[in-house]
């Protein structure tokens, strides 16, 4: 399996929409996570190898994450957009089935990661 390339990218406005892609997915468990310039990576949303997932308090209830039955592709559906969003977003993962059973947000769960992919939010 090839390192995961994140897709889908862009400039929205506060309040649009976007939906970023990783694949390939078939890790056990995959994340998402974002790193802002000057700031820390910080961790954005995690599935689990069962499907369960896990979200930061920053995006509760605005970004859904889900991975297709085949397990090809992983998305991120980010709604309800604000400028803080405004980071270059990675996918990480993990080949691991039992330390996948449970949504992991913490980055030092993966060791597999994309370039990144730029997403700029306007006020």
């Known amino acids: 399996q090839g390192q995961p390339v994140e897709s889908g990218g862009g400039s929205e406005q506060a309040g649009g929409s976007l939906t970023l892609s990783c694949a390939p997915a078939?890790?056990?468990?995959m994340a998402w996570f974002r790193q802002s310039p000057g700031k820390e990576r910080e961790a954005v949303a995690a599935i689990a190898a069962g499907g369960a997932t896990a979200y930061a308090r920053p995006v509760w209830g605005r970004f859904i994450t889900s991975r297709d039955s085949g397990k090809r592709t992983l998305r991120l559906k980010m709604n309800s957009l604000e400028p803080e969003d405004t980071a270059t977003y990675y996918c990480?993962?993990?080949?691991?089935?039992?330390?996948?059973?449970?949504?992991?947000?913490?980055?030092?769960?993966?060791?597999?990661w994309g370039q990144g992919t730029q997403v700029t939010v306007a006020s």
């Open positions: 990480g993962a993990r080949r691991d089935a039992k330390e996948c059973l449970i949504p992991s947000l913490d980055a030092l769960r993966y060791d597999a």
């Open positions: 078939g890790y056990d468990c």
